[in-house]
């Protein structure tokens, strides 16, 4: 089945880097786009940023929030999908999950920036 798995969260400073991995199998990986989502305390889950299945033309989208800080990259010959977070805030503290096939999610990472 369907089945996607979250890593690489952590504690990190304000100002700090953090990469996360989201590895997927049960499906063709190469030909779904793969996203990032995070959820903080008492918020809605947002949308973060997504990756164009290779197949298709190339893409890779973020939110207003993350641009220019995060960068979303994925390998499919690994089947995994990255998200590297550069210059971390406060505000990017947030459970972080991956969306795949058929509307499948991870279990989710935490990620806490805090000095």
């Known amino acids: 089945q369907v089945q996607l798995v979250e890593s690489g969260g952590g504690l990190v400073q304000p100002g700090g880097s953090l990469r996360l991995a989201c590895s997927g199998s049960?499906?063709?990986?190469?030909?779904?786009?793969m996203s990032w989502y995070r959820q903080a305390p008492g918020k809605q889950r947002e949308w973060v940023a997504s990756?164009?299945?290779?197949?298709?033309?190339?893409?890779?989208t973020y939110s207003d929030a993350v641009r220019g800080r995060f960068t979303i990259a994925r390998d499919d010959a690994r089947s995994v999908v990255y998200l590297q977070m550069n210059q971390l805030k406060p505000d990017d503290t947030a459970v972080y999950y991956c969306?795949?096939?058929?509307?499948?999610w991870g279990q989710g990472t935490q990620v806490t920036v805090s000095s």
């Open positions: 969306k795949g096939a058929y509307g499948s």
């Open positions: 049960g499906f063709p990986f190469e030909r779904w786009e």
């Open positions: 990756s164009s299945p290779t197949a298709s033309t190339a893409y890779a």
